[in-house]
Protein backbone atom coordinates (compact mmCIF):
# COMPACT_ATOMS: atom_id res chain seq x y z
CA UNK A 1 0.00 0.00 0.00
CA UNK A 2 1.35 3.32 -0.76
CA UNK A 3 1.04 6.17 2.10
CA UNK A 4 1.65 9.87 1.29
CA UNK A 5 4.01 10.54 4.12
CA UNK A 6 3.21 14.52 4.75
CA UNK A 7 4.67 14.85 7.62
CA UNK A 8 7.75 12.55 7.90
CA UNK A 9 9.22 12.89 11.57
CA UNK A 10 13.43 13.06 12.34
CA UNK A 11 13.51 9.34 12.58
CA UNK A 12 11.53 8.58 9.15
CA UNK A 13 14.02 10.96 7.35
CA UNK A 14 16.98 9.03 8.77
CA UNK A 15 15.61 5.85 7.86
CA UNK A 16 14.66 7.35 4.00
CA UNK A 17 18.40 8.52 4.20
CA UNK A 18 19.23 5.37 5.15
CA UNK A 19 17.70 3.58 2.54
CA UNK A 20 19.08 6.19 -0.04
CA UNK A 21 22.34 5.45 0.60
CA UNK A 22 22.03 1.41 0.65
CA UNK A 23 20.25 2.25 -2.76
CA UNK A 24 22.63 4.34 -4.05
CA UNK A 25 25.87 2.18 -2.97
CA UNK A 26 24.13 -0.93 -4.90
CA UNK A 27 23.12 0.66 -7.98
CA UNK A 28 25.39 3.90 -8.85
CA UNK A 29 29.26 2.32 -8.82
CA UNK A 30 30.34 5.74 -10.83
CA UNK A 31 30.40 7.68 -7.88
CA UNK A 32 33.59 7.89 -5.95
CA UNK A 33 33.54 7.38 -2.11
CA UNK A 34 33.46 11.15 -1.09
CA UNK A 35 30.43 11.63 -3.40
CA UNK A 36 28.72 9.25 -0.58
CA UNK A 37 28.57 12.15 2.20
CA UNK A 38 28.00 14.91 0.09
CA UNK A 39 24.72 13.76 -1.43
CA UNK A 40 23.93 12.07 1.80
CA UNK A 41 24.11 15.33 3.86
CA UNK A 42 22.27 17.27 0.78
CA UNK A 43 19.07 14.40 0.73
CA UNK A 44 18.91 14.38 4.47
CA UNK A 45 18.74 18.72 5.05
CA UNK A 46 17.92 20.01 1.87
CA UNK A 47 16.01 17.13 -0.45
CA UNK A 48 13.78 15.24 1.59
CA UNK A 49 12.14 18.16 2.90
CA UNK A 50 11.41 19.75 -0.32
CA UNK A 51 9.46 17.03 -2.11
CA UNK A 52 6.07 15.31 -1.32
CA UNK A 53 7.04 11.52 -0.42
CA UNK A 54 5.17 8.80 -1.12
CA UNK A 55 6.31 5.52 0.75
CA UNK A 56 6.04 1.60 0.95
CA UNK A 57 6.29 0.12 4.55
CA UNK A 58 7.20 -3.41 4.86
CA UNK A 59 4.28 -4.70 6.56
CA UNK A 60 3.62 -8.14 8.16
CA UNK A 61 0.63 -8.89 6.36
CA UNK A 62 2.41 -8.08 3.00
CA UNK A 63 2.65 -10.95 0.51
CA UNK A 64 5.00 -11.32 -1.93
CA UNK A 65 2.43 -12.50 -4.56
CA UNK A 66 0.42 -8.58 -3.77
CA UNK A 67 3.81 -7.57 -5.53
CA UNK A 68 6.11 -10.15 -7.30
CA UNK A 69 5.11 -9.41 -10.49
CA UNK A 70 6.02 -5.99 -11.26
CA UNK A 71 9.10 -7.09 -13.16
CA UNK A 72 12.21 -4.52 -12.92
CA UNK A 73 12.06 -1.50 -11.03
CA UNK A 74 14.11 1.64 -12.05
CA UNK A 75 15.81 4.73 -10.58
CA UNK A 76 15.57 7.96 -10.19
CA UNK A 77 18.26 9.13 -12.52
CA UNK A 78 19.88 12.04 -10.43
CA UNK A 79 22.74 11.51 -8.83
CA UNK A 80 21.77 11.84 -5.50
CA UNK A 81 19.23 8.57 -6.57
CA UNK A 82 18.57 4.93 -7.48
CA UNK A 83 18.16 1.31 -7.40
CA UNK A 84 18.09 -1.82 -10.01
CA UNK A 85 16.23 -4.90 -10.10
CA UNK A 86 17.12 -7.55 -7.62
CA UNK A 87 15.16 -10.74 -6.35
CA UNK A 88 14.82 -11.62 -2.53
CA UNK A 89 13.29 -10.22 0.62
CA UNK A 90 15.84 -7.69 2.51
CA UNK A 91 16.13 -8.68 6.44
CA UNK A 92 17.52 -5.10 6.82
CA UNK A 93 14.22 -3.51 6.15
CA UNK A 94 14.15 -2.84 9.68
CA UNK A 95 17.47 -0.54 9.15
CA UNK A 96 15.31 1.65 6.86
CA UNK A 97 12.52 1.76 9.87
CA UNK A 98 10.18 -0.17 8.08
CA UNK A 99 10.51 1.54 4.62
CA UNK A 100 10.75 -0.80 1.62
CA UNK A 101 10.66 2.04 -0.90
CA UNK A 102 10.08 6.10 -1.52
CA UNK A 103 9.32 8.56 -4.20
CA UNK A 104 9.78 12.07 -3.91
CA UNK A 105 8.02 14.08 -6.09
CA UNK A 106 7.84 17.86 -6.63
CA UNK A 107 4.91 19.95 -8.73
CA UNK A 108 4.82 17.55 -12.08
CA UNK A 109 8.53 16.36 -11.46
CA UNK A 110 10.26 12.96 -9.97
CA UNK A 111 12.94 13.90 -7.46
CA UNK A 112 13.87 10.79 -6.29
CA UNK A 113 12.57 7.36 -6.43
CA UNK A 114 14.20 4.48 -4.12
CA UNK A 115 14.08 1.03 -3.65
CA UNK A 116 15.67 -1.37 -0.65
CA UNK A 117 18.35 -2.83 -1.68
CA UNK A 118 17.14 -6.62 -1.13
CA UNK A 119 13.65 -5.57 -2.35
CA UNK A 120 14.39 -4.57 -6.09
CA UNK A 121 12.58 -6.74 -8.64
CA UNK A 122 9.55 -6.94 -7.05
CA UNK A 123 7.62 -3.98 -8.63
CA UNK A 124 7.94 -1.53 -6.20
CA UNK A 125 8.88 0.90 -8.04
CA UNK A 126 6.86 0.25 -10.85
CA UNK A 127 3.51 0.83 -8.39
CA UNK A 128 5.06 3.62 -7.19
CA UNK A 129 5.54 5.51 -10.33
CA UNK A 130 2.11 4.55 -11.90
CA UNK A 131 0.74 6.03 -8.53
CA UNK A 132 2.64 9.28 -9.00
CA UNK A 133 1.75 9.58 -12.89
CA UNK A 134 -2.32 8.70 -12.21
CA UNK A 135 -2.52 10.43 -9.36
CA UNK A 136 0.60 13.33 -8.94
CA UNK A 137 0.56 14.46 -12.32
CA UNK A 138 3.90 13.35 -12.50
CA UNK A 139 5.67 14.03 -16.38
CA UNK A 140 9.30 14.34 -16.04
CA UNK A 141 12.19 12.81 -14.49
CA UNK A 142 15.89 13.43 -14.73
CA UNK A 143 18.06 9.82 -14.92
CA UNK A 144 22.10 9.57 -14.62
CA UNK A 145 23.11 8.81 -17.82
CA UNK A 146 26.07 6.60 -16.30
CA UNK A 147 22.59 4.40 -14.97
CA UNK A 148 21.34 2.94 -18.25
CA UNK A 149 19.01 0.45 -16.18
CA UNK A 150 17.04 3.19 -14.77
CA UNK A 151 16.85 5.04 -18.59
CA UNK A 152 15.36 1.55 -19.68
CA UNK A 153 13.17 1.25 -16.47
CA UNK A 154 11.58 4.59 -17.35
CA UNK A 155 11.25 4.16 -21.08
CA UNK A 156 9.38 0.83 -19.96
CA UNK A 157 7.21 3.38 -18.07
CA UNK A 158 6.49 5.29 -20.93
CA UNK A 159 9.29 8.36 -20.64
CA UNK A 160 11.40 9.79 -23.35
CA UNK A 161 14.50 11.47 -23.35
CA UNK A 162 14.04 15.41 -24.34
CA UNK A 163 17.25 16.67 -23.07
CA UNK A 164 20.77 16.03 -21.91
CA UNK A 165 23.17 18.30 -19.52
CA UNK A 166 27.30 17.51 -19.52
CA UNK A 167 27.23 17.45 -15.56
CA UNK A 168 24.66 16.98 -12.77
CA UNK A 169 22.97 20.10 -11.16
CA UNK A 170 25.84 19.97 -8.66
CA UNK A 171 28.86 20.38 -11.55
CA UNK A 172 29.81 16.96 -11.00
CA UNK A 173 30.79 15.15 -14.37
CA UNK A 174 28.05 12.72 -13.86
CA UNK A 175 25.78 13.42 -17.31
CA UNK A 176 22.22 13.87 -16.78
CA UNK A 177 18.93 12.63 -18.99
CA UNK A 178 15.87 15.18 -19.15
CA UNK A 179 13.16 12.40 -19.77
CA UNK A 180 8.91 12.97 -20.05
CA UNK A 181 6.71 10.85 -19.93
CA UNK A 182 4.97 10.24 -23.68
CA UNK A 183 7.65 12.80 -25.25
CA UNK A 184 8.45 11.82 -28.97
CA UNK A 185 12.09 12.81 -29.70
CA UNK A 186 12.11 15.39 -32.98
CA UNK A 187 13.09 12.98 -35.82
CA UNK A 188 13.74 16.19 -38.28
CA UNK A 189 11.17 15.26 -41.08
CA UNK A 190 9.18 17.67 -42.82
CA UNK A 191 5.63 17.11 -41.40
CA UNK A 192 3.44 16.02 -45.18
CA UNK A 193 0.41 18.41 -45.61
CA UNK A 194 -2.90 17.16 -44.43
CA UNK A 195 -5.55 16.81 -46.94
CA UNK A 196 -8.50 17.23 -44.18
CA UNK A 197 -6.64 20.41 -42.78
CA UNK A 198 -4.23 22.18 -45.11
CA UNK A 199 -5.74 23.76 -48.13
CA UNK A 200 -3.87 23.56 -51.36
CA UNK A 201 -5.03 25.99 -54.50
CA UNK A 202 -3.68 24.91 -57.71
CA UNK A 203 -4.53 27.15 -60.92
CA UNK A 204 -5.70 24.59 -63.48
CA UNK A 205 -7.47 24.87 -66.70
CA UNK A 206 -7.85 22.37 -69.18
CA UNK A 207 -6.89 22.85 -72.53
CA UNK A 208 -9.63 20.86 -74.90
CA UNK A 209 -8.31 20.06 -78.61
CA UNK A 210 -10.27 21.93 -81.01
CA UNK A 211 -11.98 25.23 -78.93
CA UNK A 212 -11.37 28.00 -77.95
CA UNK A 213 -8.85 27.78 -74.77
CA UNK A 214 -9.57 32.14 -74.36
CA UNK A 215 -13.01 30.87 -74.13
CA UNK A 216 -12.73 28.57 -71.29
CA UNK A 217 -13.78 29.79 -67.81
Known amino acids: MIEHLSQPSPTELDALTALWEASVRATHDFLSEEDIPFFRQMVRNEAL????????RDTDDRTDRA??????????????????GETGRDSRTNEFGGFTAF???????????FVAP???????????????????????????????????????????????????????????????LGHA?????????????????????AEVPGTDTEKQP
Open 103 to 113: AGVAGDMLEML
Open 67 to 84: FGSGGTDGNRGSTATGQT
Open 185 to 205: PHTGLVPIPSLLIDRIDIDFR
Open 49 to 56: AAVDLYVI
Open 118 to 180: GMRGKGFGRQLVNHITRHCGVRRVDVNEQNPQAAGFYERMGFRTAGRDATDPSGRPYPILHME
